[in-house]
Structures are given as structure tokens and as C-alpha cells.
């Protein structure tokens, strides 16, 4: 290999570098979101949960529906 060689495989080499380092913060990004979004749906769940408990306590007090008459 020449100069020339050598000094194109360096330029690739350093681009593929600065690939891998846009690559890792976008990895990193997505991974803070994810984890943001997990967040939000174990709360929304929660809330879910919640919501369903209050419900059925709440059809338990009013009795079971009778049928009305039209």
C-alpha cells in the first residue's frame, strides 16, 4: 500500500469513528425515551388498576340491576 492508500483507509476509518459516535448517542436517546415511555405506562396502569377497583367497589354498593319494566 502507498500513501495514498494508507491515507484513504485513515479517512475511513475516522468517518466509520464518527458513524459509531452519532450511532451511540442516538442509541442512548432512544434508551432515555424508552425508559421515559415504560414510566409513563406503569403509571397509566396503576391509574388503570386504580380506576377498575373504584368501579367494581362502586357497582358492589349500588346491588345487582333488576330488569325494569317498559
Same mark, same amino acid.
Given at each position: 500500500?502507498?500513501?495514498?492508500?494508507?491515507?484513504?483507509?485513515?479517512? =475511513?476509518?475516522? #468517518? +466509520?469513528?464518527?458513524?459509531?459516535?452519532?450511532?451511540?448517542?442516538?442509541? &442512548?436517546?432512544?434508551?432515555?425515551? !424508552?425508559?421515559? =415511555?415504560?414510566? #409513563? +405506562?406503569?403509571?397509566?396502569?396503576?391509574?388503570?388498576?386504580?380506576?377498575? &377497583?373504584?368501579?367494581?367497589?362502586? !357497582?358492589?354498593?349500588?346491588?345487582?340491576?333488576?330488569?325494569?319494566?317498559?
Amino acid at each position: 500500500m502507498d500513501t495514498d492508500d494508507l491515507d484513504q483507509v485513515e479517512k =475511513q476509518i475516522h #468517518e +466509520l469513528l464518527l458513524v459509531c459516535v452519532d450511532l451511540r448517542k442516538e442509541n &442512548e436517546a432512544l434508551k432515555k425515551c !424508552l425508559h421515559q =415511555q415504560t414510566t #409513563e +405506562l406503569d403509571s397509566l396502569t396503576q391509574q388503570r388498576e386504580a380506576t377498575d &377497583e373504584k368501579v367494581s367497589y362502586l !357497582l358492589t354498593c349500588l346491588g345487582p340491576s333488576e330488569p325494569q319494566d317498559e
